[in-house]
């Protein structure tokens, strides 16, 4: 089969790093996107591979447009990566969460079946599904699912189907269970980049507060770019198989905005920073910390991008997005 790769979930933040990641080793890279009176190519123009690309318009909740690409495509590799992938969201958007996230993977699946079984298919599986089953103070391929939110509950079914699939029907089909990861495309909703994008506007005085929720909550964070590689790397093995993919260290909430501030060059974060209980979530994930031994020693993967290199990196991004809009408006107010 020619190397060519279908990516769902080509707009969002990982879609992007793996688009180009997939490019660099001469992939053949399909997008799909679903219909959007005004897609947003943003996070691709940020990477500079927008026109490397070739798009494909399929929705996770519309099944026949799942067969018809596959169909059309036969692709070496599928990575699913679509989903309504915002927790804070997913209680008040359960069912259209519960559709994209648990029966896309399903209709995605069937259709690998049907017309392309030869495929490797990847699950963007996620830490989430671990929830409150964290009895050892860390997560592994052996830690028991207890999902706290509809997101959670979705990638659970998704996760169990691509398992199935494999045990079933002997698809290639592979869960990288991967923790959270981020990057300067981060979607603006979830905290590292709503803190980011925060110390940025107050930098340039376009805010001057800053709300968010549960400041104690404990996320292992890595760099999105990095972790696309590990997911590339699970098609490549020789047997399908699940992996967690995390970097062994984790941080507060508190501990990210006081590291953002300390790189916006804000002094006294807590002068800014509000807490609100908007941003408090019916069932929390209180801790989440990654041991990924079997990544680590069966694909070979470890992250580059540290914890404080990550934070850097997102300030600088958003300070250097808002220098440039704030040039914008002085030159345009002339
Ligand atoms: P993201 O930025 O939210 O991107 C998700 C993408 O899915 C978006 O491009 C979105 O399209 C697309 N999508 C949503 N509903 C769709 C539908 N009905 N049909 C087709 N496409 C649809 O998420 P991400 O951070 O890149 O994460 C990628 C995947 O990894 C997700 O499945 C997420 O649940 C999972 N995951 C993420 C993390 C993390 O920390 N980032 C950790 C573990 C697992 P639009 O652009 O049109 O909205
Ligand atoms: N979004 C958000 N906004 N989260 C906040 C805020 C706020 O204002 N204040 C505190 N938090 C806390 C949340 O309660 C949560 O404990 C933590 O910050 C991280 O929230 P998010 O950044 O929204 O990410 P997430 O951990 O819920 O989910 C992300 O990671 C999962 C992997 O563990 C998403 O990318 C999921 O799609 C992914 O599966």
Redesign the pocket.
Known sequence: MAKTALI????????PYLAKFLLSKGYKVYG???R?SN??FGNLDFLGITDKVEYVD????DESSLYNIVKALRPLEVYN??????VGRSWDLAKITTE??AL?VLYLLNAIKAYSPMTKFYQ????EMFGLGNTKGYQDENTTFHPRSPYGIS?VYAFWTTVNFRESYGLFTCNGI?????SPIR?IQFVTRKITDGVAKIKYGLANKLHLGNLDAKRDWGF?GDFVEATHLMLQQKNPDDYVVGTGENHSVREFVELAFKYGGIPNWKKYVVIDPRFKRPAEVPELLAKGDKARKVLGWKPKVSFDELVRMMVEADLKRYKISSKFKIQSSK
Not at 58 to 61: E, F, K, Q
Not at 124 to 127: G, K, L, N, R, Y
Not at 178 to 182: A, D, P, S, T
């Open positions: 769902t979930g080509i707009l969002g933040q990982d879609g799909m996107i679903r959007y897609p947003n399929g929705d996770m909740s990566l679509a989903a309504q992938s915002f994209v996230n896309g963007a599986s996620t830490s990638k991967l923790f959270n990861h981020e979607g999105a």
